[in-house]
Nanobody, 120 residues
Framework: QVQLVESGGGLVQPGGSLTLSCTAS????????MGWYRQAPGKERELVAR???????TYGDSVKGRFTISKDNALNTVYLQMNSLKPEDTAVYSC??????????????WGQGTQVTVSS
């Protein structure tokens, strides 16, 4: 089983910055993709950003140029640096990780989610 622990959410003023982190632990053999998704009240969950094993990144259109995803393979941790935050970025941000256990069975897991609120 894999555990995902997220941190870094909170309240920030428009134009401000926050950094989210998500650390995976457990019986991990390998990690393929790590990513962040968000869901605002009354809206569907959407991709924010994801990063592949080789460091290839994908961003949602609404965050391009403002958010940066990165990872530390040694720590099994993915980061989301969020700059120039807007009220419309307010949502619950959840980490998603897929890979393989030490028994080589594949997994895809979600974190518990962390609230990001952008408001003056």
């Amino acid at each position: 089983q894999v555990q995902l622990v997220e941190s870094g959410g909170g309240l920030v003023q428009p134009g401000g910055s926050l950094t989210l982190s998500c650390t995976a632990s457990g019986s991990l053999f390998s990690i393929n993709t790590m990513g962040w998704y968000r869901q605002a009240p009354g809206k569907e969950r959407e991709l924010v950003a994801r990063i592949s094993t080789y460091g290839n990144t994908t961003y949602g259109d609404s965050v391009k140029g403002r958010f940066t995803i990165s990872k530390d393979n040694a720590l099994n941790t993915v980061y989301l640096q969020m700059n120039s935050l807007k009220p419309e970025d307010t949502a619950v941000y959840s980490c998603n990780v897929d890979g393989a256990y030490t028994n080589f069975r594949s997994f895809a897991s979600w974190g518990q989610g962390t609230q990001v609120t952008v408001s003056s």
